[in-house]
């Protein structure tokens, strides 16, 4: 769920706004599958649940290439290192059942709402980033909630939908709150 990188004030807007609506459209078709595909660990359950930090990493390079006139950032590398290791996390946790995937997908999202939550501090300056700073922190309670869901009876994988969706909004949020580039001089 992290969007990382600190990007200069106006120069990358457009291209995180872009990216922001992207993600909300993908996190609310994603939970959208991922609900109608049952709480079980069906083939397709399983993809749905790789692909969602696969394209965490996608968007972070995404990020990365709007953010390039401010120069790197280590979090969003951090941000990929972590969306890697959980895409391959969930993949083996698959064989192991519901509860193994919730531990991994939660301890993912724990680390990725801390990276969210510092890089939307430090883009405060360009706007539209309280609701990243917010999304970060949830993301980081919600993912302690999935490690400790885990240990139920019988764990679930539907609430990995609502995190998907809430997430989605606040992107959405922000996309909205990111200011526009005013009038050219001369114009």
């Known amino acids: ?50 692909l969602y930090p696969a394209f965490d990493v996608a968007a972070a390079v995404v990020d990365a290439r709007s953010a390039r006139t401010a120069g790197p950032d280590r979090a969003l590398y951090a941000n990929m290192a972590a969306s890697v290791l959980a895409a391959v996390g969930i993949a083996v946790a698959d064989g192991s059942g519901v509860a193994d995937v919730l531990r991994v997908w939660g301890a993912w999202a724990v680390v990725s709402g801390l990276i969210q939550l510092l890089v939307g501090v430090a883009r405060r300056p360009m706007g539209g980033q309280w609701a990243m700073i917010l999304s970060g922190g949830i993301s980081v309670l919600a993912g302690a909630s999935f490690i400790r869901s885990a240990a139920q009876d019988d764990p679930s994988l539907t609430a990995l939908a609502g995190y998907a969706t809430l997430g989605g909004i606040f992107f959405l949020v922000s996309a909205i709150r990111l200011p526009r580039p005013g009038p050219r001089p001369g114009n």
């Open 1 to 50: 769920m992290a969007s990382t990188a600190s990007a200069g004030p106006l120069g990358a807007t457009p291209a995180l706004r872009r990216l922001y609506v992207t993600r909300f459209v993908f996190a609310v078709a994603w939970a959208a599958l991922l609900l109608v595909s049952g709480s079980e660990l069906t083939v397709a359950a399983e993809l749905l649940l790789f």
